[in-house]
T-cell receptor
Framework: AQTVTQSQPEMSVQEAETVTLSCTYD???????LFWYKQPPSRQMILVIR??????QNATENRFSVNFQKAAKSFSLKISDSQLGDAAMYFC????????????????FGKGTKLSVIP | GAGVSQSPSNKVTEKGKDVELRCDPI?????LYWYRQSLGQGLEFLIY????????KSGLPSDRFSAERTGGSVSTLTIQRTQQEDSAVYLC???????????????FGPGTRLTVL
């Protein structure tokens, strides 16, 4: 079974600074998908960024970027120019490849990292 | 609709009662997922619906849990004879699964917080 590990239960960052959240995963597949979701106190899970494993280029979305190291099975999220609105729980998630069969498309989540932004 | 909606937002019930939680996915999305988020267990997959195919129920924790999806759209998660350990946030997500190899990004609703007294 796949596992996703987020080793930092809590992180803090000064407003306007940069922070990196760590995520490692375990899989025997070569093609899969990785996601970072943000969950503010409102409970709404919001997609931050996604990465296809077959793509070597790291995904970026405005101030958010990832460092995808496939061999090391590492998928860290970098938030640049942190803003107060970035404060939330961040979850790393893994999705297996489409060919892995029916019922295999659920996400496996890490335990989450609580990010605080200090004004 | 614009996004995934869930109702009720919060539900308080007494141990032993049945509850129904509703999810309305994004219009046109063929796949629908239920997850449970609890303090001790994190986010866990419960059940998956895809079009008219038989659902994947492999994540349901007991036979007290069931779900249906009517007309390929709205889904209801039912918990019978609720127990205190059922207290959690129940999240619904939908995705547009059309092409093999597609990213199939799941978009989540705001969840239902269930409290069993």
């Amino acid at each position: 079974a796949q596992t996703v590990t987020q080793s930092q239960p809590e992180m803090s960052v000064q407003e306007a600074e940069t922070v990196t959240l760590s995520c490692t995963y375990d899989t025997s597949e070569s093609d899969y998908y990785l996601f970072w979701y943000k969950q503010p106190p409102s409970r709404q899970m919001i997609l931050v960024i996604r990465q296809e494993a077959y793509k070597q280029q790291n995904a970026t979305e405005n101030r958010f970027s990832v460092n995808f190291q496939k061999a090391a099975k590492s998928f860290s999220l970098k938030i640049s120019d942190s803003q107060l609105g970035d404060a939330a729980m961040y979850f790393c998630a893994y999705r297996p490849p489409t060919y892995s069969g029916a019922g295999s498309y659920q996400l496996t989540f890490g335990k989450g990292t609580k990010l605080s932004v200090i004004p | 609709g614009a996004g995934v909606s869930q109702s009720p937002s919060n539900k308080v019930t007494e141990k032993g009662k049945d509850v129904e939680l509703r999810c309305d996915p994004i219009s046109g999305h063929t796949a629908l997922y239920w997850y449970r988020q609890s303090l001790g267990q994190g986010l866990e997959f419960l059940i998956y619906f895809q079009g008219n195919s038989a659902p994947d129920k492999s994540g349901l924790p007991s036979d007290r849990f069931s779900a249906e999806r009517t007309g390929g759209s709205v889904s209801t998660l039912t918990i019978q004879r609720t127990q205190q350990e059922d207290s959690a946030v129940y999240l619904c997500a939908s995705s547009s699964r059309r092409l093999a190899g597609s990213t199939d990004t799941q978009y989540f609703g705001p969840g239902t917080r269930l409290t069993v007294l």
